[in-house]
């Protein structure tokens, strides 16, 4: 089975740092694609970055351009979300996601909270 186990949420001040844990098992790693998501109280669900663990290309959304940096480890099957400068505004809950053919698999999100 397709899982995905998100970690590494938590509570900072503006300005600070989080690094979000996405590890992945039931599929081959080195296929797909991975990306992270967040959703806020009362907002859609919106993606936040994607990998493409077959040629490393990265897509991030405008809002976090510059500050997040995604990358995967291909001997641990994880990806990783490394959040720097921190805003209140990136308060949500992050999920990991993939989709294989016609199927989208979630992780268990992970709580961020940015104080001001």
């Known amino acids: 089975d397709v899982q995905l186990q998100a970690s590494g949420g938590g509570t900072v001040q503006a300005g600070g740092s989080l690094r979000l844990s996405c590890a992945v098992s039931?599929?081959?790693?080195?296929?797909?694609?991975i990306g992270w998501f967040r959703q806020a109280p009362g907002k859609e669900r919106e993606e936040v970055s994607c990998?493409?663990?077959?040629?490393?290309?990265?897509l991030y959304a405008g809002s976090v351009k510059g500050r997040f940096t995604i990358y995967s480890d291909h001997v641990k099957n994880m990806v990783y979300l490394q959040m720097n400068s921190l805003k209140p505004e990136d308060t949500a809950v992050y999920y990991c996601?993939?989709?294989?053919?016609?199927?989208?698999?979630w992780g268990h999100g992970t709580q961020v909270t940015v104080s001001s």
């Open positions: 990998i493409a663990n077959s040629d490393g290309s990265k």
């Open positions: 039931g599929l081959y790693f080195d296929d797909q694609a």
């Open positions: 996601h993939t989709h294989i053919r016609w199927d989208d698999y």
